[in-house]
């Protein structure tokens, strides 16, 4: 089992930027990437940006050079640095973990509002 936890969103201008932070616990070893994936209302979850243990990183397209994610392995957090933030940034962003088995973990989410 792995849990996730989110923190760092919040309310933000347009232009702004945000830090978000997910703290894994529980059997960490068996992670072999963690990303972050957002879900705004009405629309269907999204991936945002995933990075794998060996560093390579994976961005939709909308947030490319705008959002950076990145893992601390000594904290086992990864973090999703967004700037640059539009209105259609908006959206609860949720913590994913894919184990070396493929299963799937997520955590509560964050909401992230993006408002003069």
């Known amino acids: 089992q792995v849990q996730l936890v989110e923190s760092g969103g919040g309310l933000v201008q347009p232009g702004g930027s945000l830090r978000l932070s997910c703290a894994a616990s529980?059997?960490?070893?068996?992670?072999?990437?963690m990303g972050w994936y957002r879900q705004a209302p009405g629309k269907q979850r999204e991936m945002v940006a995933i990075i794998t243990n060996s560093g390579t990183t994976n961005y939709a397209d909308s947030v490319k050079v705008r959002f950076t994610i990145s893992r601390d392995n000594a904290k086992n957090t990864a973090y999703l640095q967004m700037n640059s933030l539009k209105f259609e940034d908006a959206a609860v962003y949720y913590c994913?973990?894919?184990?070396?088995?493929?299963?799937?973990?997520w955590g509560q989410g964050t909401q992230v509002t993006v408002s003069p």
């Open positions: 994913n973990a894919v184990t070396l088995t493929m299963k799937n973990y």
């Open positions: 529980g059997n960490i070893f068996s992670i072999y990437a």
